[in-house]
């Protein structure tokens, strides 16, 4: 089937050198022509409607990054020459990992396929090695929990991740605790789930279905076992820091349990602020002494754990970006502009003020002597609060891409506002609503029938005049720039991988994309999977995601984990493959 082959690539890929991987499809067979197409313009109908007629193709490859892009006018100059629309054919790069170090191979491999009419996971499918039973889950938060299996490994002190510190879930606003604790309790007591808390991977090595893990367990320096979470040695403590459960806005002691239903339900000492290790066991050691249970041992050394596992799982989650850096919105100077996990942590019954929504209350530190803004449940109220979408998300500056939870997030706090402070004033700041899932656009709805301000365009800044807060921004409906005075700011702010997600992917040899997260094998075809056979990304690690997602995700990975135990074939690695034993798979497919 005469075919040609035409090049639209964006300059974003460094890994691929077009003009190497064109000169390798001009010797492919039955290829006519290869062409490399500039983008701007965009080739026109009738140039490719005279290229198909000089060259007489039957068939058309669009190689890219997102070759269904162009699609549409290839079909039209198809059909305008009488050829057949459907051999029409996408070799795209992004979707099917052409990135990294194998890049120019696998790019090559994926022409070739599309050349041969050969959908591409049909002929890399790699041979398959006997699979380990144990499974081996980085990260505890909602996805690791649901997906887990045996080894569950956890860097802070207890699993739940960020979904324990929420409130209310959208847009059922159904309770974040009562749909997450059960699955931890779940998790807890489970006889063939091992839970490693404070824990850290710093070696893998081995092949799909046998990998050797090797793990830095710090230690908690409270034995789990014994503990009874009797708080007596909290009270005894003399060091108070700020809470990250919390999210700052409280504080805790330097030995602490997280939050009450922490899994493990023990407490554990925090090695940065403790007087006792700071010192080197020369000041202080109160708790140890006040421990009826004689479970403290404040010299305990951390330990290194050898396991096998068949697969691993990654559900390393996400952070926040640090608002910080956006100095508009004057986050960390003005005391009532907070992010979003601190406003959640200040609406929650189990925070701090007992869920009440109060500004800050300016109050004498004696032993800094200082004042400082605090959170007390006697707080004021505030009158009129501004919720900015969008902080550091859609933002060369910062992050290019949506982190999609955010509209649905902030339109939730809209509801806790009102419902929680009566009379209160919202002021919603928003670029474009992603109100993209079930029950979403319903729930933006009443939002806005509840009676909150929705102004669409960027909020511009956060100032302050005379004590009072003032939002200005511009209201693209209504063609003006506006002004707002309020008491309080939400920013919504963007999400980020986790810190360690770069270490993570060069040990695993797992690539990301361009944004930092985890990279999926397909897209659409092998969202869970990754290049390297046994390991699978579930929830945030792979890209910004909601609840419902993250738990199909999760569940999913889990049944591919299960599926590779059943299965008779084994695991394999995809980038193991080489470019001539894929050619070869898709020239036996392409005879059958």
Sequence with gaps: MRTGVFFLQTDDNRS???????????????????????????????????????????????????????????????????????????????????????????????????????????????????VNHATLIIGAGIAGIQSAQVFLLEQTGTIGGHMAMFDKTFPTLDCAACILTPKMVSVGQHEMIRLLTKSKVIAVSGKPGSYRVKIRQSPRFVDIKACVACNQCTEVCPVKVKSEFDAGISLRKAIYIPFPQAVPNAYLVDEKSCTYILSDGKKCGVCVKKCPKECINLNEPEHIIDIEVGNIILATGYELLDV???????????????????????????????????????????????????????????????????????????????????????????????????????????????????????????????????VRGHSASVAINNGQMIVKGEDIFNDRLVEFKVDMVVLAVGLIPTPGTEELSRMLGIQRDTDGWFSELDYNGSPTDTDKGGIYVAGMCQAPKDIPDTVAQASAVAAGVLGSFTSKRGIGHMSSLSLSEIEAKAKTIHTI
């Excluded at 003020?353 to 209350?361: A, D």
Aim: proline share 7%.
């Design 16 to 130: 691929l050198n077009i003009d190497s991987i064109a000169k390798y499809s001009a010797n492919l067979p039955d290829v006519e022509t290869v062409q490399i197409l500039r983008l701007k313009p965009l080739p026109s109908v009738k140039f490719l409607t005279d290229q198909i007629t000089t060259y007489k193709l039957e068939r058309i490859v669009i190689a890219g990054d997102i070759p269904g892009y162009y699609k549409p006018v290839f079909t039209r100059a198809m059909a305008i020459a009488e050829g057949n629309p459907d051999e029409i054919r996408l070799a795209s790069f992004q979707e099917h990992g052409a990135r990294g170090e194998n890049a120019m191979d696998r790019a090559k491999a994926i022409v070739a396929c599309a050349t041969m009419g050969v959908p591409f996971p049909l002929a890399a499918i790699p041979g398959g090695n006997p």
């Design 324 to 454: 910080s850096r956006i100095e508009q919105y004057g986050y960390g100077v003005f005391p009532n502009v907070l992010t979003s996990l601190e406003f959640e942590r200040l609406t929650n019954a189990s925070g701090t003020t007992g869920g009440r929504i109060v500004t800050k209350t300016k109050r004498f530190n004696k032993k800094t002597e200082k004042d400082e803004w605090v959170f007390s449940p006697e707080g004021i109220p505030p009158a009129s609060v501004a919720i900015i979408h969008c902080v550091g998300s859609r933002n060369k500056k910062y992050n290019p891409y949506c982190s999609r939870v955010c509209c649905m997030y902030s339109l939730k706090f809209a509801h806790l506002i009102r419902e929680k402070v009566p009379n209160v004033t919202i002021y919603e700041f928003y670029i474009d609503m992603r109100a993209f899932g079930k029950g979403y656009e319903e729930f933006a709805e009443r939002i806005k029938q509840e009676g909150t301000f929705i």
